[in-house]
């Protein structure tokens, strides 16, 4: 089956650096996508990885290995704002869309 | 300013009752779908139209209807079919048809089942 996994809840403090993984079995592959959702609101894009390797922007970074199945969101110089649950999304060979579930991402200051 | 628009926000229904969410959008989009999320779980997807006057069912359709008779807008009924309907109900379009492109979200809408 299809499955999307990530952890689900990460705290760290304010100012500080937090990796957030995601590893995904698909049937193909088409790409992967970060969303930010603060709470009771909408998804919000972050970014997409086709190809192996780091993609940054701004404070965000996202790395892809697809020999892995695996990518990581690092998020760095924390701020409360950051405080949101990270959605990690991958594209099968059909190009629908499969969805983890989230990891809440609690800051400290 | 370009997005969509949900509404309600939040909606209270009895059990038995039918309810339609309203997703409208000014972005041009030729693709639109309707996601629900639980907690604890990732979004599924519920019906997706690719096309005006078109669309096909998502991973948990049964106790939903959509139309699109409009390119701007795809509603979505909940019908007393949907044993389990309380949950957060989130539209999205995209360009594309093929989600190699970012989805853009509206607002959510929240039912409850009383």
């Known amino acids: 089956g299809q499955n999307i996994d990530q952890p689900t809840e990460m705290t760290a403090t304010e100012g500080a650096i937090v990796q957030i993984n995601c590893t995904y079995q698909t049937s193909g592959f088409n790409g992967l996508f970060w969303y930010q959702q603060h709470a009771g609101e909408a998804p919000t894009f972050l970014s997409y990885?086709?190809l192996d390797g780091l993609e940054e922007k701004g404070r965000f970074s996202s790395f892809l290995s697809r020999s892995k199945g695996y990518s990581y969101l690092l998020l760095k110089e924390l701020q409360m704002k950051d405080s949101a649950s990270y959605l990690c999304?991958?594209?099968?060979?059909?190009?629908?869309?499969?969805w983890g579930a989230g990891t809440k991402l609690i800051i400290k200051p | 300013d370009g997005g969509i628009t949900q509404s309600p926000k939040y909606l209270f229904r009895k059990e038995g009752q039918n309810v339609t969410l309203s997703c409208e959008q000014n972005?041009?989009?030729?693709?639109m779908y309707w996601y629900r999320q639980d907690p604890g779980q990732g979004l599924r997807l519920i019906y997706y139209s690719q096309i005006v006057n078109d669309f096909q069912k998502g991973d948990i359709a049964e106790g939903y209807s959509v139309s699109r008779e409009k390119k701007e807008s795809f509603p979505l009924t909940v019908t007393s079919a949907q044993k389990n309907p309380t949950a957060f109900y989130l539209c999205?379009?995209?360009?594309?048809?093929?989600?190699?492109?970012?989805?853009?979200f509206g607002e959510g809408s929240r039912l409850t089942v009383l």
């Open positions: 990885n086709v």
């Open positions: 999205a379009s995209s360009t594309g048809r093929d989600y190699t492109g970012e989805l853009f």
């Open positions: 999304a991958a594209t099968d060979s059909n190009y629908q869309l499969i």
């Open positions: 972005l041009n989009h030729d693709a």
